[in-house]
Structures are given as C-alpha cells and as structure tokens.
C-alpha cells in the first residue's frame, strides 16, 4: 500500500531519503572520479587524452544502453532485488577496473560499471513516488536532489585525495568500497516499496509493452527532452571536465573543485529552494522560473567566454553556475511531472528518460566535447544551444496544455498543495 504523505513516520522522511541519495549519487560521483588519474593512467597505458576520455564515453555508452530495462525489470521484480544485483556487479567491475593490465581491460571494466549503476541511480529515483505524493514527494525528491548533486562535485576531489595515498588503482577500490556499502544500506535500511499486487509481469512483451507506451506518449517526450537538453547543458562541463580545467582554464589535477564547487553548489541551492517552494508555488511557475534562470545563465556563459575574463576564475564559471542553479529548480519538479504521467509504470518511465539523457550526454562527449572543448567560447555556446532548445520544448509544452484545457474548459495551472 502506498504510504500517504499525511503521516509519514521520521524513518520515512530522514532515513530512506538519505539511502535513496546516496544511491543516486554512484552513477554520476563514477564519471568524474578517475579524472585526476588521467595523467598517471597516460603514462602506465602510453594513451593519449582522446583515448583517456574513452573512460568516460564508454561507462556513458554501457549506462545509456541499460538503463533502458533497469525500471522496467524494477516494475516486475521488486525496486530491492534490481539495486542489490547491480550493486554486486558494479563492485566487481570496480576491482576489475583496479587490476586492470592495460587501457583495454580497463575499459571493458568501465563498460560493466556502466551497465550496472543504473540499477541504483535509476530505481532509486522510483521509490520516493511509490511512496508520497504532492508537495511531499517533491520535497523529498529535491532532498534526494540535493544530496545527489553532490556527487559531480566531490567525485574529482575524492579522487584527487586518494590519489596522494597511493597509485590509480587505489580510485577504483574506493568506488568498490563504496558499493559495498551501498549493498549494506539497502539490505539494512531501505523498505521494499513496490508489493507483489502491484508489479507487472516478468515477460518479454510486458516490458517491452511499457516501454513502447511511454515512448509513444508525446508529452513524455517534450518533457523529457527539456530536462536532458538543459541539464545536458551542464553536463558538458562535466564530462569535459579533464580539458576544461586542465586544457581551457590551465589549471593542476587537484583544481577541478573549482569547478566543480561552484556548478554543484548553486544546484543544490536551487534544489532546497524547490524543496521550499513545494505548496507555495505551482510546478508550473517553478520549472518556468528555473528554465528562465538556466537560459540567462547560458547567455552570461558566452558574453563572459567572448570576453577577456574567458578563462579567468571565477567569471569564468558564473554562467554555468546560473545554469546549475536553475537545474537545481526545475530537475525534481520535472522528474515528478514525468512520473506521474504513468503511476502505474514508474521505472519505466525513469528508464526512458533515463536513457534519453544518457544518450544525448554519450553523443556530447564523443561528437561535442573534442570540437567545443578547444575553447571556452565552444562549451560556452554549446551550453546556451542546450539550454535554449529546453526552454522552447517546455514553453511548447505549456502552451499546448493552456491550447488542450481551453478545450476542456479547465486551467494548466493547478493550486499548490498546502504544506504539511
């Protein structure tokens, strides 16, 4: 049975919305912590920055292609058993990727962390909505943000740290360790939240069913592709981040907090203020506020990157900063606008917007990043082209429900529900 938000029990509140954002964090804090072992690895591996940057393409390759059955499997099997064996394979692959003799070992291990880190960071995102609804769900869900903000910005730096301990392995047995823990966490602390009576059938067809009917409902995707396209705005930075801060900005191995810091700082800024907002004020006039916030980001981004001061911190962050602080805003409030489009088929639908950023963010790192990451004015334009296209799609959105409750003779723009 669904726990209503009317009475829900401090367990609830603190504890399973912790686990929940830690679990989040392993897909994202898994990107970006080898960065600060580039250059020991190109040197061990003789393997140039365009080979090194393999690391990242291939984990967001092998992530993007799972993450597609993740959910669904989560629907049929319960969100526990799905976490617990993604987590088993992805610390495997951790101590593989420790071990591994060369650049190509290494990577077919960085492909297996990939396909297994969905598995936390997508069902995770689930079982908030199994649980509450309304102004709960998305404080709890900007709670989660907040935490799983973090991730970005302490993977480089955690890694930077184990570094002065030791050789490169030593950043893949950490993230072994923190699976570990993470299995530990989800055994100990975190309920199951889909019962039996609710789970779809373990079948082919049924999966695949689910899959077919959320892809084909057109307001899934202009919303999907608003989040991945503003969102992705930033991630170019983050994927870029070993020639942004080395290459662009000429900084040492143990800088990328300085981009990190601020870009991560000003999302989870943005995403206790949707926490705050949650009853006060529409999803609607949030998600527009923070889309307008990310946009006028974006033009900052160029004007600063045009200008003398493009490489001179901190201006040379501002823009991306205004960017993440309007993500913070919208990407919870999105998420739940998103997942109630089908209660019934929740890690479905995380699945395939799961899948469409990861996409989009893979295509970035292997088309995008080599050709804008030669300047600052590159990823600076590049990021304004994302952020702009996700403005449009959401205002298209909008528009067509204002053009469909017309119709209906009902308004787009529903109440907020009161705080509790």
Known sequence: ?????????????????????????????????????????????????????????????????MSIFHGPLSDALGRRPVMLVSLVVYVAASIGCAFAPGLGWLLVCRALQGLSAGGATIVSRTVIRDLFEGATAQRLMSRVAVIFGIAPAIGPIVGGLVLQLGRWPLVFVFQAGLGVALILAVLLLLPETLPRERRVPLRVGSVLGGLVAVARETAFHRLAWATALIFGAQFLYIGGAAIFVVDVLGQGELDFWKLFVPMIGSMMFGSWLCGRAAGRITARRLISLGCTISFTGGVVGVLVAASPLATDLPWAVVGLSLIALGNGMTYPTMQLLLLDLFPERLGAVVSMSSFLALVLNAVTAVALTPFVGTSALGFATAALVGVGAGQLLWAWHCALEDRDCAVEGTTAEREPIELL
């Open 1 to 65: 049975m669904t726990v209503r938000p009317e009475a829900p029990s401090w367990r609830l509140v603190v504890i399973v919305p912790l686990v929940l954002a830690c679990l989040s964090m392993i897909g994202p804090f898994s990107i970006d912590t080898p960065f600060p072992a580039f250059a020991e690895m190109g040197r061990e591996f003789d393997a140039g920055s365009s080979q090194l940057q393999l690391i990242v393409t291939v984990y967001l390759g092998s992530f993007a292609a």
